[in-house]
Structures are given as structure tokens and as C-alpha cells.
């Protein structure tokens, strides 16, 4: 017997709404959590990359989006463009739309019950839903309304509540922690959940017919509204924290910036940041021992560290900002206004970057700097981090040079060997040896002073984009 299903997806100042049925199974509606409407969404793509991979046969899903984010439009189109023929039907809003998030979210239980649908499934679009079974965990749970517990990486916070204080907000329950940590092991009764939350039509219609059909109205926001309509009813609540579910985003502080705010996710969300940023690889490199990592040349190292979609964006973020240097020796970018080996570029300073790009050069290379040269232990500081364009018909090479570094570090931004360009690459004069066509995303590590007195190659054709950083000066 198959049951009608239904996801929407909503951010609720920015609203994502995603509606999906089918003939007599449940009804599941995903939402976005309030942002800002300057705001941009996080992570998106892996959103709606994981909500297409819930197990659950998608001919028998209906899709309605309703989106209020101009930022968001693309992540939503590109998902209905791959997905939109595997399921039964898809509708959706553009940002024009001007709804508020309590009427928004009304609207989508409204149509989960004039559709006859048996449950109502609510995911908040800044949440990742790793598990692909939730649905049918849930499902079998038989519960009139209960949420998957989720948790924000190295906190302690969760998508429910313990326990309430006399004005309705959060008080810390005392097995709360326990819960959150999995140390404790079960399906508790709480008065609060968010975030995401399977409800059974027939308590919503419920709940509906006793609030005039207005469930998510009230004192508070959504959420908390129709929590408290939920309690004032007398109608239970519920959260399992028997498998590992997902997790939420941390979205406050945004970096608003044209393309890409992910990228400057490294510290506020690092695992998704990671997953989306780090190669694969990488972690296969730093478990390594010396021997087994690459090395072109004489204490040169080779190793993935970058995805492409990293590489991408790096250079789009570059391209965008558009202020490359002209590859003059006067530079009042730097200290004293002069820089001696001058290339066409732009620093991490320019675009806001240079913060994460600290961060990363500290928790992320210095792994395998420090595996590579025994004994160093380096500060990972810098001064100098920037994004260098090499074309044929501008700057195609670059003279014999030491960098003003301790240890330097140079990623592939794009692909050589005729894909993206031709020629270039990096001669160590000293020991005559050569790297030529480093992948892309893979990082080359050397020292920078003394000993490894190198040049840049000539790129005889199209654009050759690395990024550079002279760390420990």
C-alpha cells in the first residue's frame, strides 16, 4: 500500500518550500530556518543533493518549492533541472512572492491536508540529512508528530528541548546532555523540536481544526508556535536519537559576498566545509608515512588537498573581484611598497580571505609539513597568500627567485597538459628537476630560502591560476 508523500522546503524569511505526495502515502515538508533576507543559504547544493537521495520512491513524490532568496535561485533551478522529471509532479514560487514565514509555513500544512496526505515531513533547509533512511526510520516509529535528533558539530546544541522555563524558552533538562551525546539512547518526550519533524496528518488536522487551521501562528516564531499549539492540546511530542541522523548549520554572522559564502564557512561550519572543500586524499596524505608521500624534487612534496569545487571557487572569488595587479615592482600592497619578484595576482587581504586562508594554512598543510621535515614546527603565519595569473600574452613566466618564506605552499587551480592551459610549471635550479602539470586541488610544499632557489615556467597557451603562500617569513 503505498501512502501520499510530500516535502517543502522553506527558508522562512527566506522561504524554500519543496511539496511532494503521492497516492495515499505521508506528505513531507522541508523548511528553511529564518535568515536575514540579505542572508544567503549555506551548504545548498549538498542540501538538496542529500533531499534527492532519501530513500523513498520519488514517482510518487509532488514537489512544491517556494523560495524567497534571489542567492538561492540557482542551487533551486539546478535541482529541479537534474530531478525534476523523477517525480510526479513540481511546482514552485519565485522570491516575488513576499510571503512571511508563519503564513508560508500555513500554507504548506494546507496543502499536505487538502491532499489527503497521511504524514507531513518538515526539514529546515540549513540542515544536512546524511542519513538516506531517515524517512522510513520515522515512519515506523508511529508517532503522531517526532523529530530525528540532530546536533551542530562540536557543540552541544540540539533541535529540541529538554524542558521549558515559566515564559516558554529553553531550559536545560537534566539528561539533556546525555541525550545529545548518544550516552543515552532512545525516543524522549520533549516539549520543543525543530528543525526537522515527521507529523502525521491526522494530528495535524487535528491540531488545524482547533487553531482555524493557522497551526504555526502564535506569540513566538514558527517553530515555537506550533510546538506551543501542539503542547496547549495536549498532543506529544517526540525525538529519537537512536541513529545518527545529520546535522544544522551555524548561520549567524553569514559572510555576504556575490558567489560562493561557503567558502568562509571553515570555522563556523567545518564539517560541511571539509566535506565540501578538503580532498579526499588529503586525509589519506597525512595518515601516510614520508616515503609514501609524493616527492617530484629533492624536499619537494606533492599531495590532494583542494577539491575542484575549491579550486573553482577560489578562482571565480579572484575573477569577480577583478583587481589584478599589473606585475610592477612598485606595489603598495605590500610593506615598503616594492616587491622584488613581481607577479600578476591577488591577495587574500583583497577579498576578505585571509583570516580562513590562516586557518586553513594552520589546520591543514602544516600536517604534512611537519610529517615531511622532522623536527620543524611551524607557526604557519604569513603575510604574503595570493591567487597568481599566468597568461602567455601578460605575465607567462617568472624569473629565478627565492621566496621570502620559511616553507612555501603552491596549489593547482587549474588543469594543465592543453585542458586549461599549456607549458608552465616549476624549475628547482639548484637540483635541475622539474614539476610540471601538478593536478588540480594538489598542493606542492618546499622551503622557501637558501636551498630551493627556483623559477616559473612559460605558459605558452590559455590561463595557468595557482594559489601561492610564503608562510613562517
Request: hydrophobic share 35%.
Amino acid at each position: 500500500m503505498c501512502r501520499k508523500i510530500g516535502i517543502v522546503i522553506m527558508d522562512v524569511d527566506n522561504a524554500i518550500e519543496i511539496y511532494w505526495t503521492c497516492p495515499h502515502w505521508s506528505i513531507i515538508h522541508l523548511y528553511k530556518l529564518q535568515f536575514s533576507s540579505h542572508i544567503p543559504f549555506l551548504f545548498l547544493n549538498e542540501f538538496f543533493d542529500r533531499i534527492s537521495k532519501l530513500d523513498y520512491p520519488k514517482s510518487r513524490i509532488n514537489i512544491f518549492i517556494y523560495n524567497q532568496v534571489e542567492e538561492a535561485e540557482k542551487s533551486v533551478h539546478f535541482f529541479l533541472l537534474q530531478k525534476r522529471s523523477q517525480y510526479n509532479k513540481v511546482q514552485d514560487l519565485d522570491p516575488h512572492a513576499h510571503i512571511d514565514e508563519i503564513t508560508a509555513r500555513n500554507i504548506a500544512l494546507h496543502k499536505s491536508l487538502d491532499n489527503e496526505c497521511d504524514y507531513q515531513f518538515s526539514v529546515n533547509a540549513n540542515t544536512q540529512l546524511t542519513n538516506p533512511n531517515v524517512l522510513y526510520f520515522l515512519l515506523r516509529k508511529n508517532r503522531k508528530i517526532i523529530a530525528p535528533m540532530l546536533y551542530r558539530p562540536r557543540t552541544n546544541w540540539g533541535n529540541f528541548w529538554g524542558a521549558l522555563n515559566e515564559d516558554g524558552y529553553y531550559l536545560r533538562a537534566p539528561d539533556y546532555l546525555s541525550i545529545i551525546s548518544r550516552n543515552r539512547v532512545g525516543v524522549w518526550n520533549v516539549p520543543y523540536i525543530s528543525e526537522v519533524y515527521l507529523s502525521k496528518a491526522s494530528a495535524l488536522r487535528e491540531i488545524s481544526a482547533q487553531t482555524n487551521r493557522d497551526v504555526y501562528n502564535g506569540v513566538f516564531e514558527a517553530d515555537m508556535n506550533m510546538c506551543a499549539n501542539m503542547r496547549k492540546k495536549g498532543m506529544f511530542m517526540y525525538v529519537t536519537n537512536e541513529l545518527e541522523f545529520g546535522r544544522t548549520l551555524y548561520s549567524e554572522g553569514v559572510q555576504t559576498v556575490p558567489r560562493h559564502p561557503d567558502m568562509w564557512q571553515i570555522t563556523s561550519n567545518p564539517v560541511d566545509w571539509e566535506d565540501k572543500y578538503i580532498h579526499p586524499g588529503f586525509w589519506n596524505t597525512v595518515q601516510s608515512e614520508i616515503t609514501d608521500i609524493t616527492q617530484p624534487c629533492p624536499d619537494v612534496f606533492m599531495f590532494p588537498i583542494f577539491t575542484e569545487t575549491m579550486a573553482d571557487h577560489l578562482v571565480d572569488t579572484m575573477n569577480d573581484f577583478g583587481k589584478w595587479s599589473n606585475g610592477q615592482n612598485e606595489d603598495e600592497r605590500i610593506s615598503g611598497g616594492y616587491e622584488n619578484v613581481p607577479t600578476r595576482d591577488i591577495h587574500m587581504n583583497q577579498v576578505g580571505y585571509e583570516k580562513e586562508w590562516l586557518h586553513l594554512l594552520k589546520h591543514y598543510p602544516s600536517r604534512i609539513v611537519e610529517k615531511v621535515y622532522p623536527g620543524f614546527y611551524t607557526k604557519a603565519s604569513s603575510i604574503m597568500m595570493f591567487v597568481v595569473k599566468y597568461r602567455p600574452d601578460e605575465q607567462p613566466f617568472l624569473r629565478p627567485h627565492h621566496d621570502a618564506s620559511t616553507w612555501t605552499m603552491n596549489v593547482a587551480l587549474n588543469s594543465g597538459g592543453g585542458v586549461d592551459y599549456e607549458g608552465g610549471g616549476c624549475n628547482f635550479i639548484r637540483y635541475n628537476c622539474s614539476v610540471l602539470n601538478i593536478p588540480k586541488g594538489y598542493a606542492m610544499i618546499h622551503p622557501g630560502r637558501l636551498t630551493h632557489y627556483h623559477e616559473g615556467l612559460y605558459t605558452t597557451k590559455g590561463t595557468r591560476y595557482i594559489v601561492v603562500s610564503f608562510v613562517d617569513p
